[in-house]
């Protein structure tokens, strides 16, 4: 199962898109705290929609308790990495795996990077900003890992408990 983590998140309607997307990839949620918001926030609850009932979510006191609970293989993301995203074979490791992405201000504590620098990696773009957006930064590297796996069992038509796949053809104006 592929595990999202957002270290100290900060803004809610980041961490509610980021709760969309898990939902809609079958990832599972991980917040380690301190948060910049509540659960219950308006803003958090807006941009998730009605999606925040059925993510998998654990919040953690700290990344020390996260890391005695949750085994496998961490993968940190940072302005910081000098290794692009692309380049993790994410095939070639069996078990969980966890993306880690950092709080929108600074990221990921950088004594955390500095230990792990071999498995901290980078989102390419030029020098005119300091990182992209933390949802769009867990979007774009959670369907990477999901390309390398085919889309791991996710529906690549319409699903017919939605309009289902010949909803266009049968589409009239």
Excluded at 9 to 21: E, F, K, M, S, V
Excluded at 39 to 56: A, H, I, P, T, W
Excluded at 93 to 99: E, I, N, R, T
């Amino acid at each position: 199962m592929l595990n999202i983590v957002l270290y100290e998140p900060l803004i809610p309607q980041n961490t509610g898109n980021i709760i969309r997307t898990c939902v809609g990839i079958d990832a599972k949620l991980h917040l380690i705290k301190p948060l910049g918001f509540s659960l219950d926030d308006k803003y958090l609850k807006r941009s998730g929609l009605d999606y925040f009932k059925k993510v998998s979510l654990t919040v953690y006191e700290n990344f020390s308790l996260f890391e005695k609970v949750n085994k496998g293989h961490y993968f940190y993301f940072s302005r910081y990495g000098q290794k692009s995203y692309h380049e993790i074979d994410f095939k070639a490791f069996k078990g969980a795996v966890y993306l880690i992405f950092g709080k929108e201000t600074t990221g990921v504590e950088r004594t955390l990077l500095a230990t792990n620098l071999a498995h901290v990696y980078r989102i390419p773009h030029n020098d005119k900003i300091r990182s992209l957006n933390l949802s769009n930064s867990v979007a774009i590297v959670s369907y990477e890992y999901l390309r390398q796996l085919d889309f791991n069992n996710l529906s690549k038509v319409e699903p017919d408990t939605l309009k289902g796949k010949d909803y266009l053809s049968n589409f009239k104006k």
